[in-house]
């Protein structure tokens, strides 16, 4: 566990596991730790207010009261709480790193692995809604309010379970043969287990888009000879629109 002091390497700082994986740290301010702060900055700022604008509208407009647009707001909150996360990354990266505490350094990681694990997981339920809503030829999901809050509810215990899980034990602290030179006091065998899941979710995703694709694309060639059915046109139409802005959204994730 990471709180067991009888670890025999618990009391090492932060510097002792970088340099057991031969990870460079220093104290010193090099060039690219500016760059990595004056960029950071203002990109996380704009992630903020971008999606503090996002779930603002999607509360006050009542036309965006669906399961799918709830969904895009909770996308929506996990890139805020990235951006939050990534704020504070910027000032416990770099030379401040080496001040970090191991109780910092697990806390940075747990801010980051939530942000990612929950947008990861809401992107996958945004496409399985999407999946359900298409093949029923509907714009907007049947899916009660009840049942839409207890998925975002789920995605969330997801997220913060994922980020804990290091703290819980699955770390190197006290096996430090299994350390990683990406995140020194993460066990290789963690990031394994974290990048399996993360590419099945984006194979997952692959999948439904490109049967929800292959679908509309065979639906809209058989209805487009027919001229009197303007309103299954435009569903297929709005569903494409949707479909287009949640794969860009995984892409950019991913």
């Known amino acids: 566990m990471l709180f067991n002091s009888t670890c025999e390497a ?13 990870k460079a740290i220093t104290p010193a301010w090099r060039t690219h730790d500016y760059f990595v702060i004056a960029l950071g900055l203002p990109i996380c700022v704009c992630i ?61 990681g747990a801010l980051i692995n939530m942000s990612l694990t929950a947008s990861v997981v809401n992107l ?26 207890m998925l975002i509810v789920t995605i969330w215990l997801v997220a913060v379970f994922m980020g804990l899980v290091p703290t819980m034990g699955w770390n190197c602290i006290c096996d430090l043969s299994s350390c990683c030179t990406v995140a020194p006091l993460y066990s290789r065998s963690f990031l394994v287990f974290w990048a399996i899941l993360n590419l099945l979710a984006f194979f997952i995703m692959v999948a439904v888009y490109t049967h929800i694709f292959i679908y509309v694309r065979r639906r809209n060639q058989q209805m487009s000879p027919h001229t009197d059915q303007p309103s299954n046109n435009q569903t297929v139409i709005s569903l494409m629109k949707t479909m287009s802005m949640i794969l860009g959204k995984t892409l950019t994730l991913m």
């Open 48 to 108: 903020i207010l971008s999606n503090m604008l996002v779930i603002v509208a999607i509360i006050i407009n009542r036309q965006f009261h669906f399961p799918i647009y709830y969904l895009l707001g909770n996308m929506a909150a996990a890139d805020l709480f990235a951006g939050i996360s990534y704020f504070y990354l910027v000032f416990h990266t770099g030379p401040w790193t080496i001040e970090l505490s191991i109780q910092q350094w697990f806390v940075r």
């Open 124 to 149: 996958l339920a945004v496409a399985v809604e999407r999946h359900q809503t298409i093949f029923t030829m509907q714009l907007h999901s049947t899916m009660t309010r009840r049942r839409v809050v």
């Open 10 to 22: 618990y009391g090492n700082p932060v510097a002792f596991f970088y340099n057991n994986t031969g």
